[in-house]
């Protein structure tokens, strides 16, 4: 594949005189291709050229609507290429095929719904006195960065990229260092069709690209998604300058069983919920909390099923995919490695060496049951194919537990009484809380995002539009 080039200013950058960087095929430990090595120069004359076009005639005349039909016409073309792109997806990541298809079809999603709403955002009229007219008008906030990780990246450079176009804005994508493909097809269909610095594309590391960018000056708004500790440097950097920041920075999310649950039902949601995209995914059913009562027999069923997983490539067609690079295997085999006599894996929790595919980084599917909740392994995102367990005895153990990390992403409740359910459901400190089920196939519509050190604001649904708008209040006095 040839190498990716940068998109600045409507230019693509990258000659010969820049640094590259390696990009691997997780699946099989193969070269893809390279990206540029990013740096402070490049973040630079991103922000310059995204600062004049956010200036410019040519993308102030793009009437509401006008940008509305452009989101549209992507979400068509997204469709179009969606076999392409989910190739590419599934390349860069390992994800497996149907998984890739499945982020694709969310992409369109986000474009369609955010064009939809690009000409319904406005602001009031507030009633204050006689000959005052008082409005709210909404503007852009303007230069925009999206610093986008490897685990979704076309879904999560689509949610908040159609959100900010949407809303008038101009937008640089710093995507992650191992996953650039499906950003680079996008960033030339947007090359083609928007007004030159509108739409940028930026790549290399988060420690020098990432940083420079997030502390640059002329950035007015920032989104990142990523673990907790990039995202408290990012919001660092942001409040030197004064920045708002969307932050989307993981989970421990528990499936919460309750006695009366229909098991036929929950278990494969409960097994989709970790195992997907290898468990690499911020909103992962990583945790299992399950009353005592039925503990066994949900986790025998849970061990069955865990052991028909196929794991592999996606061209050998498997459930579990590798894990993305080698950094996060080694350090999942490390945590996996110790576990002591506070906790038991009950399948799993090894490397898995796949026929052909030796040198790509396959971890078996893993349940872990801990004595106690407190343990390392119910606190810390592993952020592979690993489900903890623990333990409860009643609905008011269950809602403690639930609550019992620093995180608060999305939780499932599984209860026949709506009840408890909903006693339940109300009393979790969750962004998300699914009832009988787990997730939502992109979930467009549903707002999304953190209790906690989860994150701050809200992604997807009307409200992520929120992000990328100032409000201006004019009042209007009149004298005749
Ligand atoms: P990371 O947070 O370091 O990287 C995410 C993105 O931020 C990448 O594009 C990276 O280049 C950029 N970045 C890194 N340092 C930066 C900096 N100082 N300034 C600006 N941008 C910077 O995540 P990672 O190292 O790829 O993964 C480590 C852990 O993060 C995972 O084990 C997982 O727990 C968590 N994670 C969470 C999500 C999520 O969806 N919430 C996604 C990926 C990773």
Same mark, same amino acid.
């Given at each position: ?8 200013d ?14 691997l ?14 740096n ?7 922000v ?9 005639k040519?993308?102030?005349s ?83 960065l ?31 260092e ?24 930026l790549?290399?590391y ?12 002329g950035?007015?708004q920032?989104?990142?998604t ?18 708002p ?6 989970g ?5 069983v309750f006695k009366d649950a ?11 919920s ?29 061990v ?10 996606p ?6 995919g590798? &894990? ?42 893993? &349940? ?32 403690e537990?639930?609550?019992a ?5 999305v939780?499932?409740?599984w ?30 519509q ?22 990328y708008i100032?409000?201006?209040? &004019? ?6």
């Amino acid at each position: 594949m040839e190498n990716i080039q940068m998109l600045i200013d409507g230019e693509w950058v990258g000659s010969e005189q820049e640094q590259w960087i390696d990009v691997l095929n997780p699946a099989t430990g193969e070269l893809i291709t390279q990206i540029v090595r990013g740096n402070e120069k490049h973040a630079d004359r991103a922000v310059e050229a995204a600062r004049k076009a956010l200036k410019s005639k040519e993308w102030k005349s793009y009437k509401p609507f006008q940008r509305g039909q452009f989101l549209q016409e992507t979400a068509r073309y997204i469709r179009e290429n969606a076999q392409r792109l989910a190739e590419l997806e599934s390349t860069d990541i390992g994800k497996p095929s149907a998984q890739a298809k499945g982020d694709i079809e969310a992409a369109a999603r986000y474009f369609e719904f955010y064009a939809g709403l690009a000409d319904k955002v406005f602001g009031d009229s507030i009633p204050i006195e006689e000959d005052l007219l008082n409005v709210t008008v909404i503007e852009p906030i303007g230069v925009t960065l999206h610093i986008v990780p490897w685990n979704y990246p076309i879904q999560i450079t689509a949610r908040s990229v159609a959100a900010a176009i949407a809303t008038g804005n101009v937008v640089i994508v710093k995507s992650s260092e191992d996953t650039p493909l499906t950003t680079n097809f996008l960033a030339k269909w947007f090359h083609e069709k928007l007004p030159q610095g509108v739409f940028q594309h930026l790549t290399g590391y988060g420690a020098e690209i990432g940083s420079a960018l997030t502390s640059h000056t002329g950035v007015n708004q920032i989104t990142f998604t990523g673990s907790v500790p990039t995202g408290i440097a990012v919001m660092k950097s942001a409040a030197n300058n004064v920045v708002p920041v969307t932050l989307e920075l993981g989970g421990k999310s528990p499936n919460v069983v309750f006695k009366d649950a229909d098991l036929e039902r929950a278990v494969p949601v409960i097994v989709n919920s970790i195992v997907q995209n290898a468990g690499q995914t911020c909103s992962a059913g990583s945790r299992l909390l399950v009353e005592e009562t039925i503990a066994d027999e949900l986790l025998e069923k849970l061990v069955e099923k865990f052991k028909t997983l196929k794991v592999g490539p996606p061209a050998n067609n498997a459930d579990v995919g590798p &894990i993305i690079n080698e950094k996060q295997y080694k350090r999942i085999l490390e945590i996996l490695g110790s576990v002591d006599d506070q906790a038991k894996i009950l399948v799993g929790g090894e490397a898995v060496q796949v026929e052909g595919y030796e040198n790509g980084f396959y971890i078996s599917p893993t &349940i872990i049951e801990a004595s106690d909740h407190d343990n390392s392994f119910v606190q810390e995102e592993i952020f592979g194919p690993v489900l903890s367990v623990v333990r409860f005895s009643d609905v008011e153990e269950a809602i403690e537990l639930a609550n019992a990390t620093e995180y608060g992403l999305v939780a499932g409740v599984w209860s026949k009484d709506i009840d408890v359910a909903h006693y339940v459901a109300s009393r979790i400190d969750s962004g998300q809380v699914f009832v009988n089920s787990y997730g939502a196939a992109g979930g467009v519509q549903m707002p999304f995002g953190g209790y906690k050190k989860s994150g701050i604001g809200r992604e997807k649904s009307h409200l992520a539009v929120q992000n990328y708008i100032q409000i201006k209040n &004019i009042a209007i006095q009149v004298q005749l």
